[in-house]
């Protein structure tokens, strides 16, 4: 087996965990805002990409600007997490045709892409990456050796292949679903589900159909998709919609 450079093993593995406490923190904070348990974020795994890159290029920016005096070298690399968000919206947007987050509500925001109230918490993560968790976490990468590193980092690659595949296929699926609606709304047709209820007890014990139920991780994932969804759901019937408000309820 080809060993890994080590520099690109140890920030891989690096990117993995911070993607880790990215998934528990944002999880965290959907959590306490929808008062329910929310599996936050684009994979379907506890795992937040964004954070993990995050963290590698503000690593990365940091060890690069320390020939500047001090003050600009913080400055950019506290300002370079606002502006991974920035193009990390642009670019998703561009490749799914949907906008997965929206601060357009927020105070003093930038095309709803980015806002002062988030770009303040960033700097301030940002700062305690560098202060304080970076130095942390590449100690403890740097105990588990080689041979237990690439292994760890055999079975990571793995796991993101698939649980990526999967994310990507929800979200392209969404898309796809999205449109049918559209189509119907146009129409001015409704939603005809796989199957119905006919009796009392079905009713009762009623579950979201499958094809509903596929797109429950996109919209738990990034809230801003349903402000459309919702618009849209009265080509549901009436059941549908009274399942899908429990779930969406804070």
Not at 1 to 26: C, D, H, N, Q, V
Not at 74 to 90: D, Q, R, V
Not at 226 to 241: A, D, G, L
Request: net charge positive.
């Amino acid at each position: 087996m080809r060993m890994l450079p080590e520099k690109i093993l140890t920030y891989f593995l690096f990117f993995s965990i911070m993607a880790f406490a990215g998934w528990i923190i944002e999880t965290a904070y959907r959590s306490c805002c929808e008062k329910k348990f929310v599996n936050a974020g684009f994979l379907s795994g506890p795992f937040l990409p964004i954070y993990g890159f995050g963290a590698v290029i503000i690593t990365s920016i940091n060890r690069e600007v320390q020939q500047f005096p001090q003050i600009i070298s913080w400055i950019i690399t506290l300002l370079s997490p606002t502006i991974l968000e920035y193009f990390g919206s642009w670019i998703l947007e561009k490749m799914f045709k949907l906008k997965l987050w929206d601060y357009s509500k927020e105070r003093l925001n930038l095309n709803g892409r980015i806002c002062l109230k988030f770009s303040v918490i960033w700097t301030f993560l940002a700062m305690t990456h560098i202060l304080i968790i970076q130095p942390r976490i590449f100690k403890k990468i740097m105990i588990l050796g080689s041979y237990y590193s690439h292994f760890v980092a055999g079975g990571l690659v793995t796991y993101f292949m698939l649980d990526l595949n999967h994310s990507v296929r929800s979200i392209i699926n969404f898309k796809d679903f999205q449109n049918n609606i559209s189509k119907l709304v146009e129409k001015g047709k409704k939603f005809t589900p796989a199957f119905d209820f006919n009796s009392e007890s079905e009713i009762i014990n009623r579950k979201l159909p499958n094809e509903i139920r596929r797109l429950l991780k996109p919209l738990n994932a990034f809230p801003h998709l349903r402000k459309n969804f919702r618009e849209k759901s009265f080509v549901f019937p009436k059941w549908i919609n009274e399942l899908l408000e429990k779930r969406f309820k804070k």
